[in-house]
């Protein structure tokens, strides 16, 4: 076991997008001594969104979570800190992508999320957005599903079949996993 094992800092960052801020972050993380296991970038609307999954020894995340906090006003960020573990995954049969896209209409998100729940089915990953085309707003997602192994896969994409039918829906799964 590493150093870098012994302790999990997930840390958020939100502010006004500009260059310099991942520099700036990235930094300060690798003067505390911790390591970044993980991380995710988006930018919403204006917004910088930057999401660290940081690892170190009890020192060096106090030292973060000590120094973020100064250096986020310094920089304009609203910032979020907490302490977590290693995930432990569950068993799964195996891990798909959906894609899919149609026209925009509120609540599809939500139903769609709401349908991998009901089955038990995890998301460990979700992006989505809208664009328009032909004088019209579409929306598009992708998401990463892993299938429990106590799921019929068949049957799942048998039922979401049904369900993308119903919500007017082109969908793409493909198995990663």
Known sequence: MTTFANQQLVLTA????????VSELTKLV??????IIDSRI?????????????????????????????????????????RTASH????????????????????????????FAEQNISISSLKSDTYEENDALHMRCEIE???PIEVDAD????????LS???NLDYIFRRIR
């Not at 690798?30 to 390591?35: A, K, L, T, V, Y």
């Not at 940081?54 to 250096?71: C, F, N, Q, W, Y």
């Open 88 to 115: 432990q995954q569950n068993e799964f049969s195996a891990g798909y992508t959906l894609e899919y896209n149609g026209l925009d209409a509120p609540g599809t998100l939500s139903k769609v999320t709401r349908f």
């Open 14 to 21: 939100i502010g006004e997008d500009r260059s310099g801020i």
């Open 42 to 82: 988006a930018i919403l609307g204006n917004e910088f969104t930057f999401i660290m999954l940081l690892s170190g020894d009890m020192a060096a995340i106090s030292r973060v979570e000590h120094t973020l906090p100064t250096k986020g006003m310094e920089l304009g960020l609203l910032t979020m800190m907490k």
């Open 145 to 147: 599903v892993n299938i």
């Open 155 to 162: 049957a799942f994409k048998i039922q979401f079949e049904h």
């Open 165 to 167: 039918n119903s919500l």
């Open 30 to 35: 690798s003067e505390c001594n911790c390591n």
